[in-house]
């Protein structure tokens, strides 16, 4: 699958992600200051608890505290004076046993409506009535009856009917007793809290619980962001086109930049600073001695997108201005990888490809600025490609200064370009390679393989020594042998290689060469 296709989806993949990290950051913004909402009416709703929790213990402590009573006048009148104080209390009932003999409100009684079983216990043997009805029938008001000793207190309040907040579902529970005691709000959301944790999202739902040190009241909230949605239908529809808007964004975004990076130019334009070109050697043999003469170095690209080739990467590097910098690359790691390799003979010369208009610009006089040049351990030799054209009158004087510093020239790929006899007196050079397109087709005797004796004439004449490029089997190297042809390289002798494969075939090569001699 082309790599493009890759780039869409991985492209699609970001969006996809980024909208996900987005809506989660939303949701934590949302999250915490839904989180601090709540904490704070948690906290007035708990305080508004505990001053119900301790008027109500006050005022029990209060009554229980009187002598014995029997309902007297000055006992009720006692029991009144207390509830005038009192803020959440409504009435104040004495009992005798179980039976209900007086209240503040009603004075002496035959019957007072509390049920037998009370909801639950708490603290201090403490009876809670949830719900009961309080007063005359007809005024239909309900409260909490709490009951300690021989008195009960019976308590109005809103906190039995109203939310901490309107947006959100809530349970009071009481856990003073052995087990949790429900007291108003909503069943079954204090157990969805998960009670060992203060606070929690459990998408879409954020639930917050926060307990009474004084009371032994907790409040569980519940606070659905579905219902955020429907209450605030205008905000979230613009959140949500922002989320969209950013997620396309991002996908072009990153889909422009998975292009580009992923382009011919912007790979090449990071080869050399990041390490991608290395080289290879593929050795040049003397035909009729057989002997390994010298090597092309060539230059391979890796990265972790896989290959590049030559024909790719070659002209790119021309077109991003780089050509410069990439031969002195080539040729510095070359040059040094080739000085530990042990036994090369003092004629062993590299070869290396260069731009033509390098020459003409000057810019390959920086080669002799490099140590590697410098030290002139291994003939450098300079391979002048013939299918592109060379200004002689331009470079006439830059090649001399490398012929001056001990380089070599040599005209490649000869037979495919712009080369004439006067163009190949004045380059002055000391090799000639013959294009691999006049030796393919030798055996058949093609009409370009008639050319080489030509070819042969020539270098001859001008004191040009000869390699033949692809010669790929024995039958080609017989017959260029026979012609005259002092050099060859091709896969016949060795593909292009790595320096350690180099120097064990170089190894190798002489050990074969010893014993046949």
Sequence with gaps: MALWVYHKYFAAAVAVLTACILAALLSLAVSSSVHFSLQQSAQEYLRRVDDIATETQHTLDQLNAMPAQRCSAADLAAMRQ?????????????YN????ICSASAGKLSQYPVSEDPSFYSVRNSSIWLH???GDISQRITGT?????????????????????????????NIAGIA?????????????????TFAALQWPYYYYHQCSAYSRFCLAQQFSFILLLRNYPLQSTVVILALLA?????????????????????RVSKGLKHGHFSVVFQPIIDLEQNQVTGCEVLARYQDPLGQLSPLQFIPMLSKLGLSSQFTCFIAQ????????????????????NVYPQDIASGQILQLLQLPEVQQRKIKLVLEITEQQELSFNSSKQHLASLKAAGLLLSIDDFGTGYSNLAGLRSLNADYLKIDKSFIQDMEADSIKSTLIPKIRDIARLLNYRIVAEGIENLAQASLLRSLGIELGQGWHFARAMPLAEFADYLRQFSCQQRRSS
């Design 132 to 134: 009961q009805p309080l």
């Design 145 to 173: 009856v709490v009951r300690q000793h021989h008195y009960s207190v019976s308590i109005v309040s809103d906190i039995d009917t109203l939310p901490p907040r309107q947006d959100v579902r809530w349970q009071l529970v």
């Design 97 to 100: 046993g179980n039976d209900a």
């Design 246 to 266: 950013l997620s396309v964004l991002a996908w072009f975004g990153w889909r422009q930049l998975a292009v580009r990076r992923h382009s011919l130019r912007y």
């Design 82 to 94: 207390l509830l005038l104080g009192t803020r959440y209390i409504r009435d104040i009932t004495y």
């Design 333 to 352: 790691q070359a040059l040094s990888g080739l000085s530990t390799v042990p036994g090369l003979s003092e004629q062993f010369y590299l070869s290396l």
């Design 180 to 196: 949790v005691a429900h007291t108003s709000g909503n069943r079954g959301v204090y157990q969805s809290a998960k009670p060992e």
